[in-house]
């Protein structure tokens, strides 16, 4: 696969518009996408542990606390359930187009070119603070273990937090997989000895003896009534950004997402860690959320392409099961989640004008930025017998 990705980036121009399936490679660059300056440094095992591992985290570790008290640990486990399936729609629709078109710029990439470059634009934003948002929830995450065992400063253990990500980010990708390797290997090994642990614990092999077991279940059930409720490639931002270290390292980019690790200090708050964790959390979640349902529609109007011109998904290098219906469940499944993850303030006694804000001041921080760039650049969506499918394709 890689020769085949090189062969790629040495290929001529070929005619974009031929759909001669003989011609097996063709130059892949149509405005927004191809080439970055970063390089490509990660091995094999730095992959697969970050895959493996992206799953183990603050989540597991605190915030199954307050789901499972609030869900009841079938309702937990109903909800596991949804947004996995959720999200595995989301991953079928995102392989079949990141393997028929490699190309940088990814996600926002994919919204220019099968929506709207105002949606790829507002795609750029919304899913890049997801994640400069979630450097701020890390920090106050440790905050909140290290709270634990030590009286530490919260301070403390913050911003020492923030200044070894800096310094991981701004390393070579290489050293930066090997970090990952490292605490993925921490984290495999915390999670298998917290099911050990629980295991020990509800079979009677605490201090005080006493056999836990499915007793939770039925007292007070496997539900919980709530409240009385029974069930820069693309050129859209600055150009420095860009800008890279001669060891492929986005210094500008990463500076610029780092600065929103400072928000971690809202833990010092009379609030505490806790409560700033989860708007922080919140904020991370619902741009992720949004990012998963535009990603969905990316691919229904890949597809929706294909079959105005004509195209079978047969010549694709990978298909993913039941499309379009995958790809109709995820966008279905993630909008609805978007919207009602914040419900529990519109209950009575319930309101609280932070987590609103935090539950839903990502939708408007995604919509605006699509009105900008529409009334400025006067961009229109794109019809599905115009979508370009040839620049770029791996075939």
């Keep these: 696969m890689l020769d085949h990705i090189r062969d790629i980036e040495s290929s001529p121009h070929i005619d974009h518009h031929d759909s001669d399936d003989s011609k097996p490679i063709i130059e892949p660059q149509l405005n927004v996408g191809g080439h970055g300056a970063t390089q490509r440094r990660l091995k094999d095992y730095h992959v697969t542990m970050i895959g493996f591992c992206s799953g183990i985290g603050t989540g597991l570790f605190i915030g199954t606390g307050s789901a499972y008290a609030n869900a009841g640990p079938a309702g937990l ?21 990141a393997t028929v078109i490699p190309t940088a710029g990814s996600f ?25 948002i979630s450097i701020a929830a890390e920090c106050s995450a440790s905050a909140i273990l290290v709270g634990y065992w030590t009286d530490l400063s919260p301070a403390v253990v913050i911003t020492i937090s923030l200044v070894l990500i800096l310094a991981i980010n701004l390393l070579s990708v290489r050293w930066f997989g090997e970090s990952e390797v490292a605490a993925g290997t921490i984290k495999i090994a915390c999670f ?8 020990v614990i509800t079979s009677g092999g605490a201090p005080n003896g006493e056999t836990i077991g499915f007793r939770y279940w039925n007292d007070p059930g496997a539900w919980v009534d709530y409240n009385g409720i029974t069930g820069p490639t693309d050129r859209q931002l600055p150009q ?13 980019a990463v500076l610029a997402s780092w600065l929103f690790g400072p928000l971690a200090y809202l833990s010092l708050g009379s609030g505490g860690a806790a409560q700033a964790f989860g708007w922080l959390v919140s904020l991370s979640t619902v741009a992720g959320l ?45 909008t609805i989640i978007t919207l009602i993850t914040g ?35 006067k961009t229109k969506f794109a019809r599905a017998n115009t979508i370009d499918l040839h620049s770029g394709r791996l075939r």
């Design 77 to 97: 486990l109903l909800a596991y359930i949804i947004v996995g399936s959720v999200l595995w729609c989301v991953m079928q629709s995102i392989a079949e187009l």
């Design 108 to 132: 926002p990439h994919f919204a220019s070119r099968f929506i709207d470059p105002a949606v790829g634009f507002s795609l750029a934003i919304s899913y890049g603070y997801c994640y400069t």
């Design 192 to 199: 298998l000895g917290l099911v050990l642990v629980s295991i």
């Design 240 to 252: 420095f950004f860009g800008r890279t270290w001669s060891n492929g390292v986005p210094y500008w």
């Design 290 to 334: 949004i990012a998963w349902a535009t990603l969905c529609f990316c691919y229904i109007r890949f597809h929706a392409a294909m079959k105005a011109q004509g195209h079978s998904r047969d010549s694709l290098p990978w298909k993913g099961p039941f499309q379009p219906f995958t790809a109709w469940y995820g966008f279905v499944g993630s």
């Design 343 to 377: 419900f529990p303030v519109f209950l009575k006694g319930n309101w609280s004008t932070g987590d609103f804000i935090a539950s839903y001041i990502g939708i408007p921080i995604f919509i605006v930025p699509i009105i900008i760039w529409k009334l400025w650049h």
